[in-house]
């Protein structure tokens, strides 16, 4: 069985989104691992319902970011991990995590990338007035939001509400990770036959 882990920072429903796929076969893995730098979060007490082994940190509380991703790279190569999916982890991943994991750490993004990078994606595509959105799955490298992409859907929305742009993709955001996660698996099995 495939292990993988779920990095988030906040609320966690595409992290349950992927736990509950994980449980009922959707996805043919495990989640070995919840990763989160933000104690208390609400994507704890998920992983806790689910019995989910969790790495919760304070960034703080390291000398530096080399630190506190060697602690990660340590626990994601005790767990056995073989692909890390970030969910709202709102931190870039710097050479310690990156040169140990390259090729095998995915994002998901609230916009069609290249276009609206960073935190504020979906207010920022309501302020620019566009009239599609989308979500992106994509291979992470050094950049905020950057590395090759996996997949993308969109969806219309003429009207000007932040809130209601965020409500449409999260439901597109849980079934196309789940959908990306599983064909990333189903490809790295047939390459290895
Ligand atoms: C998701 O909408 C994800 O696309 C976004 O954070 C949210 C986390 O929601 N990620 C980014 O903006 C990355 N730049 P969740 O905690 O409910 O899964």
Do not use: W
């Not at 992409?149 to 003429?158: D, G, L, V």
């Amino acid at each position: 069985m495939k292990k993988i882990a779920v990095f988030a920072s906040g609320t966690g429903t595409n992290f349950e989104a992927i736990a509950k796929a994980c449980e009922d076969g959707r996805i043919a893995a495990q989640v070995a691992l919840m990763v989160c730098d933000k104690p208390g979060a609400e994507v704890e007490h998920r992983a806790r319902r689910h019995g989910i082994p969790a790495f919760v940190f304070s960034p703080r509380s390291y000398a530096s970011k080399a630190d506190f991703e060697r602690e990660i790279v340590a626990r994601l190569d005790a767990a056995g991990v073989s692909l890390v999916c970030l969910a709202g982890y709102m931190r870039l991943i710097g050479p310690t995590l990156l040169d140990a994991y390259r090729g095998r750490i995915i994002n998901i993004h609230p916009s069609l990338l290249p276009a609206f990078k960073g935190a504020h994606a979906v207010e920022d595509a309501v302020a620019y007035g566009v009239k599609v959105f989308g979500i992106t799955i994509h291979y992470v490298d050094e950049t905020l939001d950057g590395g090759p992409i996996i997949a993308q859907r969109a969806f219309p929305y003429e009207g000007s509400d932040p809130a209601e742009v965020h409500r449409l993709g999260q439901i597109i955001e849980h079934q196309l990770y789940i959908e990306t996660i599983q064909k990333i698996i189903d490809e790295s099995i047939s390459k290895c036959q």
